[in-house]
């Protein structure tokens, strides 16, 4: 069985004291033992982001890392950082760095394989604009996605990566895939890392991405192929993040 995981992505927001006030509100309210409950938030809170969450359940990731292991790249930040502070995820691949942050399918491998190495556990986004959708394109765009960021991954580290399809349509525009959409897409995504894996491919964790908030997270979450969501906008206030884990 897979666990169910629901990661909120903060982006750029929140500041220490706004975190530390969050993890307060929320943390005696996850019913976090059936769902696995993360938060990726930027890299300044990250170390108070782990200590206010010791002695919960609640998992930690950062939202981006560099593949080298040190060196010459101003403002970059590297997976042996984080996980010094103590970080279990980190996005990769997301949207919004491949879009304005050049961030290709070749750079995301590095970072998988990385992280992997490292002992952190990638969430590997990947998600069609919305003129792949309407060209019919979707599918393949997340198998090339989805088979590039994953070469030269070893099988026996596949169950450790998490995958958010996300249809960039859909981020932060209020616009959901129908769930059922959604699952086809996801199962589809899970056939893909089949034909890489085999039956190992169970054990790897599929989150939808998108629009979610705690009115659509049980729909979604009741679909047969999808393990979990990861969440922008709705992840920022604690009550909404309480609703979302507790689906
Ligand atoms: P959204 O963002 O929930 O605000 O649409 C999702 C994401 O970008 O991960």
Known sequence: MRKPIIAGNWKMNKTIDETIDFINEVKEKLNDDKVEAVICAPFTVLKDLKEATMGTNIKVGAQNMHYAESGAFTGEVSA????????????????????YFNETNE????????????????????????????????KN??????????????????????IAYEPIWAIGTGKTATSEDANDVISYIREVVAGLYGEKSNEVRIQYGGSVKPQNVAE????????????????????????????
């Open 220 to 247: 979604i979450m009741a679909q047969s192929d999808i393990d979990g969501a990861l969440v922008g906008g709705a992840s920022l206030a604690a009550n909404d993040y309480i609703q979302l884990v507790n689906y």
């Open 80 to 99: 042996t950082m984080l996980k010094e502070i103590g970080m279990d995820y980190v996005i990769i691949g997301h949207s919004e760095r491949r879009q």
């Open 107 to 138: 750079a995301c491998n590095k970072k998988v394989l990385k992280a992997l190495e490292v002992g952190i556990n990638p969430i590997l986004c990947c998600g069609e604009t919305l003129e792949q959708r309407e060209a019919n394109e979707t």
């Open 141 to 162: 765009v997340c198998k090339v996605q989805v088979e590039e960021a994953l070469k030269d991954i070893d099988a026996n580290d596949i169950s450790k990566v998490v």
